[in-house]
Each structure stands twice: as C-alpha cells, then as structure tokens.
C-alpha cells in the first residue's frame, strides 16, 4: 500500500556518502533478503541515532545490542539526519510489511521539528522560518498525535514501544515503557545524587563530542544504552 509519501512495504531512498550504509540510506543490513526467525526491532530516531560523527560500533543502538546479547534480536536503525517526531512515524509504517517489527524503539527527536510532505518530504528544524507560527502547544500536540500513531501501530501489530529521547525529555502519558529520567544529551557526565562509596561525581572539564564536533560523543552513547539497558534489559526480549 502506498499514498503520497506514506507506505507499508517500502523505504525511502537517502544518500549518505560518508557512511557505510545499505543500499536506502539507513546504518543496517539490507532489508531483502530478510533473514529467517529472530525479532526484528525498529530504531527510530534523527541524527544522534543515525550516529553522525560515529563509527558503527559506537553508536548506542551498537552497545545497547552488544550489552543484551541475544542472538534472537535483530536491529535496525532506521533514523535520518533532521528526523522528526513525523518522520519517525513515517519511517515506523514504511517498515510495516518489510520488517515486520515486534519490538519498537523510538529515540524522540525534539518536537519542534516537523517534515513537509511536498513534492519531496522536507525537514524542518527549528530555525526554520515556516515554523514561526508554531508554538510549544502545538508542538507538544503534534508530538503526541506522532506518540498515538507509533502506539496504535504496536498494538495493531502485536508489538511494544520503548520511548526514549535525544534532547529534551517530554511527558508522555499512559504508556508503559519510558526513559524518562535521563536523555542522550543529559545522560553523561554522570553525577549521582546519592553520597555512597560508589557515587560517581567526577568533574568533566571537557565535552564529548562525535568526531564531527556537533553531535554526542561516545561515552554519552555508551552511558545511554547501559541506562536503557539497566531499565527495560528484562523487556526487551
């Protein structure tokens, strides 16, 4: 099925010619020929889950993978550069009858972004000047309907949603499973909020940064997947 830009059984087409990526743009395996048995999983997000300035192993999807080790699931990132909350949904029912996912993994981008369905499908950032009319009302409704459309596809499909978020952490009600207590930004330095022998409280003079010097760097991706493992590991199976 296909209208316009949405469809259930086919991806777009990106062009990333500093990555190593399969043959529509995404940092995955080829969806065809779809290998036998396992769980697919489908990892949405934008440019922090793409994994800009990373290498493959680096990104957090990688370590999330290598800390679960198990052989049953298999992932697939398919989040783009400027992604938005729109474009995760668009990505997610793209999926549909090609992957076939039963375990959904949403990375939010910030939902002040929106993706323009014109002649080609554009995404919009939020210095852009067609968002001026757009407030943090509307973007909180439109970040929701995105919310109810990844949900109602799980449930549709048999399959459950884990939501976690790139910058900004926003409230998202009535679900099971949200990281809601540290993003990919605010996740490293760590800085323990209790006073035992353990508590981790060294003080980073340094950012981390990918090696493009914009987007997060390893050790906020590496803290990132322990959290999303140290929460939803006995879950995600």
């Known amino acids: 099925m296909k209208y316009g830009h949405y469809s259930d059984n086919q991806f777009p087409t990106f062009n990333h010619k500093d990555y190593k990526t399969n043959l529509h743009g995404f940092r995955c395996p080829e969806f065809s020929p779809l290998p036998d048995g396992g769980k697919n999983i489908a990892v949405l997000g934008c440019s922090h889950t793409f994994g800009e300035g990373l290498e493959q192993p680096e990104i ?8 679960l080790n198990n052989k049953r699931l298999r992932f697939w ?24 996912p039963k375990i959904i993994i949403v990375c939010w981008p910030a939902w ?3 993706e323009r369905l014109d002649i080609y499908p554009i995404s ?18 439109n970040f929701l309907k995105c919310v109810f459309q990844v949900e109602k596809f799980a449930e549709y499909n048999n399959a459950v949603v884990f939501h976690c978020f790139a910058q900004d952490i926003y409230m998202i009600p009535d679900t099971r ?6 993003s990919l ?4 330095p760590v800085w323990d909020n209790h006073h035992g022998a353990d508590a981790r409280r060294t003080i980073e003079e340094k950012p981390d940064l990918a090696r493009d010097g914009i987007h997060y760097g390893t050790k906020h991706h ?11 590991s006995s879950k995600i199976k």
Request: hydrophobic fraction near 35%; charged fraction near 25%.
């Open 77 to 100: 990132n398919l989040a783009q550069p400027g992604a938005s909350p729109d474009m995760c949904v668009r990505m997610l029912y793209a999926s549909e009858k090609v992957l076939f």
């Open 177 to 182: 499973y949200v990281l809601d207590d540290s």
């Open 112 to 114: 002040s972004r929106r």
């Open 222 to 232: 590496r803290t990132f997947a322990e959290n999303i493992y140290n929460r939803f």
């Open 60 to 67: 957090w999807i990688s370590q999330l993978e290598k800390l």
């Open 124 to 141: 919009i950032t939020s210095d852009d000047n067609s968002l001026k009319y757009e407030t943090s009302v509307t973007d909180q409704n």
């Open 185 to 188: 930004r605010s996740c490293w």
